[in-house]
């Protein structure tokens, strides 16, 4: 799996252009069956609502099922699609065997941060970075559930 310090692999999917950035992206690999993707995403959303984190998520799944998950979530992010279609070379390269897995690349592609399955305290910690109490008193979030299996 892609490490923190390292290199993120470089990708284009559906337009959005890895090696492009000029600010940092939170990326995140699911599925639309993963009930910790159902988790976590919705969090997410507030992050990038709230905190203006760019959240681009990549979705192991078709088009179809892909909005249906956004609407049944209410999720806005950014999709795009490493699917059956082709091959899932984007979680291959990155090494994705459970979902959620989330990557912070920052300017340059370096990985700064990662995530697999949902840690609560490792995403109020990135939260925080962008001024966001992801967990306010009163949430009742798990503090750890794992990820699901991926395509395989």
Known sequence: MAAVGGIAPGFVLD???LRELTYPVLLV??????PTCQLALPYLQRLADEGGLRVVAISQDDPEGTAEFQEAFGTRME????????????????GITTVPA????????????LNEGFVKADLAALALRW???LFPSGDRAPEWKPGCGSWN
């Open 15 to 17: 337009g959005f252009s």
């Open 29 to 34: 690999f699911f599925k639309i069956s993963c």
């Open 102 to 113: 989330m990557f912070l690349v920052e300017p340059g592609g370096r990985i700064a941060w």
């Open 131 to 133: 001024g966001v109490d």
């Open 79 to 94: 999709v795009v699609f490493d699917n059956a279609a082709n091959g899932y070379a984007v979680s291959n390269a990155y």
